[in-house]
T-cell receptor
Framework: DGGITQSPKYLFRKEGQNVTLSCEQNLNHDAMYWYRQDPGQGLRLIYYSQIVNDFQKGDIAEGYSVSREKKESFPLTVTSAQKNPTAFYLC???????????FGSGTRLTVV | DAKTTQPNSMESNEEEPVHLPCNHSTISGTDYIHWYRQLPSQGPEYVIHGLTSNVNNRMASLAIAEDRKSSTLILHRATLRDAAVYYCILRDGGAQKLVFGQGTRLTINP
């Protein structure tokens, strides 16, 4: 079955460490996205990519970095520059155009 | 990005229809209306989308006002599994990002 996989589901890191969240899709979607969700809040866009080797900043890109070396993969690195990294991170993909998104099940990152 | 307005919360009873409203008075001609829902600790799930005409699928119906300044997501017969946060979002056909608001928290009473 086609889908989008995020790993790990839960992640704990010490303050000051970089951490990379994985996102893989086998839907042959061109576009991929990273969102952050804080408790009781809606989703905020971090980065998105429409094609391989190209990506754009979203509304809250500071302290995050991404790469898109393969169509299927869009990893997100949470750097030590991110002031408040503890959150629920969601990856999504879609076909180009006004189509619906498919979301992963999320990674809950806790920085201690 | 065009903005949508939804009630913070709604409540309904199991096996009854639910009408979730969304206002989008600044919608442009190329904006599609998308609906997603999110269960606790899960990623959002696509529900339905439309441009001008009403749309139906196995999950729900989308009724779009003639002037397109509002829309309503209709769950025909609510079940306890429909309890979730429902997001109404506008997506430009050329833009490649969705901007989420706060959504409507739907509670279903047994």
């Amino acid at each position: 079955d086609g889908g989008i996989t995020q790993s790990p589901k839960y992640l704990f890191r010490k303050e000051g460490q970089n951490v990379t969240l994985s996102c893989e899709q086998n839907l042959n979607h061109d576009a991929m996205y990273w969102y952050r969700q804080d408790p009781g809040q809606g989703l905020r866009l971090i980065y998105y990519s429409q094609i391989v080797n190209d990506f754009q900043k979203g509304d809250i890109a500071e302290g995050y970095s991404v790469s898109r070396e393969k169509k299927e993969s869009f990893p997100l690195t949470v750097t030590s520059a991110q002031k408040n990294p503890t959150a629920f991170y969601l990856c999504a993909s879609s076909r180009l155009g006004a189509y619906g998104y498919t979301f992963g099940s999320g990674t809950r990152l806790t920085v201690v | 990005d065009a903005k949508t307005t939804q009630p913070n919360s709604m409540e309904s009873n199991e096996e009854e229809p639910v009408h979730l409203p969304c206002n989008h008075s600044t919608i442009s001609g190329t904006d599609y209306i998308h609906w997603y829902r999110q269960l606790p600790s899960q990623g959002p799930e696509y529900v339905i989308h439309g441009l001008t005409s009403n749309v139906n699928n196995r999950m729900a119906s989308l009724a779009i006002a003639e002037d397109r300044k509002s829309s309503t997501l209709i769950l025909h017969r609510a079940t306890l599994r429909d309890a979730a946060v429902y997001y109404c979002i506008l997506r430009d056909g050329g833009a490649q990002k969705l901007v989420f608001g706060q959504g409507t928290r739907l509670t279903i009473n047994p």
